[in-house]
């Protein structure tokens, strides 16, 4: 028999036998209707790894979509976004961004809106983590982190820091600059839509407590293994992190509130696949899928129906009582002041 009609008379066996599964109603997912491909703008690495198993091929593949997805950097996607406006179909139909990023995207009105009647879940999400144009795929939140065994108290609030007992022992990571400044205007009496308070107590950080700014997430980690910091400022994920690989940190969430950072999915207007695309963002807010989120890279459900296993609860949890407390970034102030905000940083704070 030839491979043509090899071909031919498997797909013809195999078409029939689900139409004989259908019209016993015994069809399971792997029949459902093709309802066409979803492209998805995301990162790579664990991030798309993890998303590939928990929201492409758990949810939307039964729900018959495929899914494919566009590795790309936070710059390129934002670039895509912008550069595609005017064309009559996008070249994704979703798009994942730091909440900070994807706000100027929204401003510049490319991203379809969000609501309970096309994406459903949104009904489940933190309150304080709702937006009209993106869903928060997952978040973490600025707390301090900390040596236990040489902070024996642990800290109250961001103010903690500032303690003569730490001189030489802060190290605060250069890729957080925003959040650094946003900690320095609570602790100085300033707000998240108003920074400029804080520049005297980052300056006290410099010049008072001979702060350490090191260049990245790593080299704080690394700092801490070797004992030549014992307190930071960073996000609870990347703590669960140092955690799992072995150090012996402790994380404080402040009297102030935490501030949070999500992780955010939208859909651009001119989306090729628009019930595709909502679809996602449905699924993106599934409580397995944002346990396997937690589980794998700490980032907290962004819906308050996922239920953490008790000793990931203890590890990265967030009570709700503090959830209602979040301070979240005034977008607006900082995609008009950033530049000021970094030039402060670099010239007066580092410099």
């Known amino acids: 028999m030839s491979d043509s009609l090899k071909t031919t008379r498997r797909t013809f066996l195999l078409g029939t036998a689900a139409t004989s599964l259908i019209a016993l109603g015994a069809a399971g997912p792997a029949f459902s209707a093709d309802k066409g491909t979803v492209i998805a703008s995301v990162f790579g690495g664990d991030y798309g790894d993890i998303l590939r198993a928990t929201v492409d091929e758990a949810i939307m593949a039964p729900e018959g979509y495929e899914v494919i997805q566009d590795i790309s950097s936070t710059e390129a996607r934002q670039t895509k976004l912008r550069t595609e406006k005017m064309r009559a179909r996008s070249s994704f139909d979703v798009a994942v961004l730091a909440d900070l990023d994807m706000y100027p995207m929204a401003k510049l009105g490319v ?11 949104l009904a489940a999400v933190i309150p304080a ?40 022992k802060i190290g605060v990571s250069d890729k957080l600059h925003v959040a650094t400044s946003a900690v320095a205007a609570l602790v100085g009496g300033g707000s998240m839509s108003d920074f400029a308070p804080g520049q005297a107590k980052l300056l006290e950080l410099k010049d008072k407590q001979d702060v350490q700014i090191l260049p990245s997430n790593e080299a704080i980690a690394g700092a801490f293994e070797s004992g030549d910091i014992w307190i930071t400022l960073n996000y609870v994920s990347r703590g669960y992190s140092w955690r799992r690989s072995g150090l012996n940190i402790e994380r404080a969430v402040p009297s102030e509130g935490a501030i949070p950072i999500a992780f955010e999915m939208a859909m651009p207007k001119n989306a090729p696949n628009k019930d595709g ?22 980032y907290l459900p962004t819906v308050t129906d996922a239920e953490l296993p008790a000793e990931l609860e203890a590890a990265i949890g967030l009570p709700a009582a503090d959830q209602d407390r979040l301070i979240r ?12 905000i970094l030039d402060f940083w670099n010239r007066e704070f580092k410099g």
Do not use: C
């Open 277 to 298: 695309g909502f679809a996602y963002l449905d699924a993106a807010l599934d409580p397995k899928a944002q346990i396997g989120f937690a589980a794998k890279m700490g």
């Open 329 to 340: 970034l005034d977008d607006d102030y900082l995609m008009q002041h950033q530049t000021e």
């Open 129 to 168: 983590l709702r937006k009209t144009y993106s869903v928060p795929q997952i978040y973490s939140y600025i707390a301090i982190l900390y040596n236990p065994e040489k902070v024996t108290t642990p800290p109250t609030s961001y103010a903690d820091l500032w303690k003569p007992e730490y001189k030489g």
């Open 111 to 121: 991203l379809s809106e969000v609501t309970e009647e096309n994406v459903p879940r």
